[in-house]
């Protein structure tokens, strides 16, 4: 099963995401998480994308999607996989439609997350993130039980840079800039399912049940 997300910053992508990659034991690709992860490590894709991803910004095209190309051909990617994140320009989309083609991939769901702004904002600003696993959290929704620890491998929870009010204002500016045009582009091609995203987890899950029909 292969799945392409779309939506705004704190729609609950990652949050489905994971979800859905334990149910199908197919990978759940972030390109956030990707990017986050050469920033840590200071690798030189990690040195070049680290100030829009702090700022909030786009991270330039063709440095995404030659990260997604290499990712893509990894072999736990090769029954299946959750791109979260990606695309997000129409650039994007174009250079991914050319490699599922050249591939001969076919991509079952894409699921657009509609979610409403009030909602963006509760869910960023009680993020809570494990710095070990990257299992995401949130303060009242769904909080660890132990407060600060994560559930799964009892790494310390965190907050992300980015989800500081003004970033948090900047990465929305940019989703309906930069990204929202995705939803025209797929939806011309008949491709898009749109989710109820404001929904709590629990009543998602039928929802799901019954998209992915
Ligand atoms: P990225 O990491 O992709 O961030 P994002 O798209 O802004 O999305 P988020 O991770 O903030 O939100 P989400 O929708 O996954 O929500 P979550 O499930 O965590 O990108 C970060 C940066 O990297 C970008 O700004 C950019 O710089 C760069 N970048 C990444 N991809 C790029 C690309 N393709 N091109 C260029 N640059 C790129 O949920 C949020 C909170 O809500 C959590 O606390 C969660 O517990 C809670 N929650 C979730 N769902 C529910 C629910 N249904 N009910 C109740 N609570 C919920």
Redo the contacts with the bound molecule.
């Keep these: 099963m292969r799945f392409i997300f779309i939506?705004?910053?704190?729609?609950?992508?990652?949050?489905?995401?994971k979800i859905l990659s334990r149910r199908f034991s197919i990978p759940h690709i972030?390109?956030?998480?990707l990017?986050?992860a050469h920033i840590q490590q200071k690798s030189e894709l990690g040195r070049q994308?680290v100030a829009?991803?702090e700022?909030?910004?786009?991270?330039?095209?063709g440095l995404?999607i030659e990260m997604?190309r290499e990712r893509l051909k990894e072999t736990d990617a090769s029954q299946g996989f959750i791109l979260?994140?990606?695309?997000?320009?129409v650039e994007?989309a174009e250079a991914l439609g050319k490699l599922l083609r050249e591939e001969e991939i076919l991509v079952e769901h894409i699921l657009n997350?509609d979610a409403s702004n009030a909602k963006i904002i509760e869910?960023?600003s009680?993020?809570?993130?494990c710095s070990k696993c990257g299992e995401?959290?949130?303060v009242r929704?769904?909080p660890p039980k132990k407060e600060g620890l994560c559930d799964r491998c009892g790494g310390e929870l965190i907050q992300?840079k980015?989800?500081s009010e003004d970033t948090v204002r900047r990465?929305l500016e940019?989703?309906r800039k930069e990204t929202a045009p995705l939803i025209d582009y797929y939806n011309r091609a008949r491709l898009l399912k749109d989710l109820p995203?404001?929904?709590?987890?629990a009543?998602?899950n039928p929802i799901l049940d019954q998209l992915l029909k």
């Design positions: 939506g705004p910053p704190g729609a609950g992508k990652g949050t489905v995401a972030s390109t956030g998480d990017l986050r994308a829009y991803v700022q909030g910004k786009l991270v330039p095209d995404v997604v979260d994140g990606f695309p997000r320009t994007q997350f869910r960023l009680g993020r809570r993130i995401i959290y949130h929704n769904i992300r980015d989800d990465r940019v989703y995203a404001d929904l709590e987890v009543e998602l």
